[in-house]
T-cell receptor, first 116, second 115 residues
Framework: DTAVSQTPKYLVTQMGNDKSIKCEQNLGHDTMYWYKQDSKKFLKIMFSYNNKELIINETVPNRFSPKSPDKAHLNLHINSLELGDSAVYFC???????????????FGPGTRLTVL | GNSVTQMEGPVTLSEEAFLTINCTYTATGYPSLFWYVQYPGEGLQLLLKATKADDKGSNKGFEATYRKETTSFHLEKGSVQVSDSAVYFCALSDLAENYGQNFVFGPGTRLSVLP
């Protein structure tokens, strides 16, 4: 069974369009994340949700809006797509940690977004 | 804030060579440390982890020891294989300000192993 899944795997679209990427985890984790990976493989955290509440929102344009209908899902909606949004987007999840013992993240396979 | 520094790649080795990828970190608290591996076209996978000083994480012949005194978590493997070619990320996690965990990743090191 796939632990963290994302759809679609590839997304090619025109500038100015609105698109969504879906993420689901079946691990029972209470925290989910979105990352953006650029062409040099650098990973940047975008959002983090814990029990459906936003806990980390890095400096991301407000064209990006995460939506968490329940603990197992964290979708990413992008409005007015720009060329610079082209990247690979990864969803991840983790169990909550305690001070001195933090748990690893499990990553989805990624969604390669290409904006033309 | 917290940060992770790791050696820039690419690193190119011959099969059966010894591998070291250096990783150092800065953290205000007492983080857990991780190494992740990303194979071409795939997501990141946990390779190994350590949660306290002097812990050694190991998996698939890779090892890393949590060194609090030098704030380091260097990745080593005694004999690399062509199948180890991938991008390796060092990462840390500690408590976020408003609950939850705060993960910080290094920039990644691309390893290429030649037959």
């Amino acid at each position: 069974d796939t632990a963290v899944s994302q759809t679609p795997k590839y997304l090619v679209t025109q500038m100015g369009n609105d698109k969504s990427i879906k993420c689901e985890q079946n691990l029972g984790h209470d925290t989910m994340y979105w990352y953006k990976q650029d062409s040099k493989k650098f990973l940047k955290i975008m959002f983090s949700y814990n029990n459906k509440e936003l806990i980390i929102n890095e400096t991301v344009p407000n064209r990006f809006s995460p939506k968490s209908p329940d603990k197992a899902h964290l979708n990413l909606h992008i409005n007015s797509l720009e060329l610079g949004d082209s990247a690979v987007y990864f969803c991840a999840s983790s169990r909550g940690g305690t001070a001195g013992h933090y748990n690893e993240q499990f990553f989805g396979p990624g969604t390669r977004l290409t904006v033309l | 804030g917290n940060s992770v520094t790791q050696m820039e790649g690419p690193v190119t080795l011959s099969e059966e060579a010894f591998l070291t990828i250096n990783c150092t970190y800065t953290a205000t608290g007492y983080p857990s440390l991780f190494w992740y591996v990303q194979y071409p076209g795939e997501g990141l996978q946990l390779l190994l982890k350590a949660t306290k000083a002097d812990d050694k994480g190991s998996n698939k012949g890779f090892e890393a020891t949590y060194r609090k005194e030098t704030t380091s978590f260097h990745l080593e493997k005694g004999s690399v294989q062509v199948s180890d070619s991938a991008v390796y990320f060092c990462a840390l996690s500690d408590l976020a300000e408003n609950y939850g965990q705060n993960f910080v990743f290094g920039p990644g090191t691309r390893l290429s192993v030649l037959p």
